[in-house]
């Protein structure tokens, strides 16, 4: 399975134990633009994009223990954002947390579940 857009960044620092405090999920209008810019901040945060039209399911994310921030904007539905968290969390996050600029996606925390048998 393939890293998402802009993801080997993270996938590399992952690799030399250089885990950061967190990374960015872009979607929505102009996330290829916003994850350009996380990627060129100072403080070096990760961030990938989940490309338009594009299920979350498709890419291996790498967000093993990393705390995973979506920043949305207008254009995903909530059930793509639902899926998409959902994933990351499969994918090994601990905690996904959906920072939205559109009215319709409010702030949410999903937080992986540990099964104990």
Request: charged share 20%.
């Amino acid at each position: 399975m393939k890293l998402p857009p802009h993801g080997k960044q993270l996938a590399e620092r992952l690799r030399h134990n250089n885990p950061p405090l967190y990374c960015v999920v872009c979607v929505g209008m102009g996330s290829w633009e916003r994850a350009k810019k996380w990627n060129a901040s100072p403080d070096k945060i990760p961030a990938m994009v989940l490309p338009h039209n594009t299920a979350p399911n498709v890419y291996q994310w790498p967000a093993q223990d990393v705390a995973v921030v979506i920043d949305a904007d207008v254009g995903p539905s909530i059930d793509l954002i639902h899926e998409l968290a959902s994933h990351l969390l499969a994918c090994g996050s601990d905690t996904v947390t959906l920072v939205s600029f559109s009215d319709s996606h409010p702030f949410t925390r999903f937080v992986r579940r540990e099964v104990n048998a």
